[in-house]
């Protein structure tokens, strides 16, 4: 079982940064991938960004790929976005998820991953 907690969300204009956190529970959180979806009122949830378990291999959604960065930090069992540049687009609630990945394969759909958090607000005013 993991528990994620967000947080780091918050109102910012255009062009600014904001740096998302995501705390985990337990013990094994090296062994899960981990990643960052939003949803948008009136959208569905849409992946972010994703981290191997080692922090060695990343994917992002073309739409925030150069503006965002994913990190991990496994001495700590939290895992980070960066995100500068921010648009009014990339308004939405945040979550972080969870996908057990022992062997190092990492997930680009909601399915994929098993925990999730409670969400974090980011909006982006014009």
């Known amino acids: 079982q993991v528990q994620l907690v967000e947080s780091g969300g918050g109102l910012v204009q255009a062009g600014g940064s904001l740096r998302l956190s995501c705390a985990a529970s337990?013990?094994?959180?090296?062994?899960?991938?981990m990643g960052w979806f939003r949803q948008a009122p009136g959208k569905e949830r849409e992946f972010v960004a994703t981290?191997?378990?080692?922090?060695?291999?990343?994917y992002y959604a073309d739409s925030v790929k150069g503006r965002f960065t994913i990190s991990r930090d496994n001495a700590k069992n939290t895992v980070f976005l960066q995100m500068n540049s921010l648009r009014p687009e990339d308004t939405a609630i945040y979550y972080c998820?969870?996908?057990?990945?022992?062997?190092?394969?990492?997930?680009?759909?909601?399915?994929?991953?098993?925990?999730w958090g409670q969400g974090t607000q980011v909006t982006v005013s014009s």
């Open positions: 337990g013990r094994t959180f090296s062994t899960y991938a």
């Open positions: 981290i191997n378990r080692s922090g060695s291999s990343t």
């Open positions: 998820a969870a996908d057990y990945s022992p062997y190092g394969v990492v997930g680009l759909s909601s399915y994929d991953y098993e925990y």
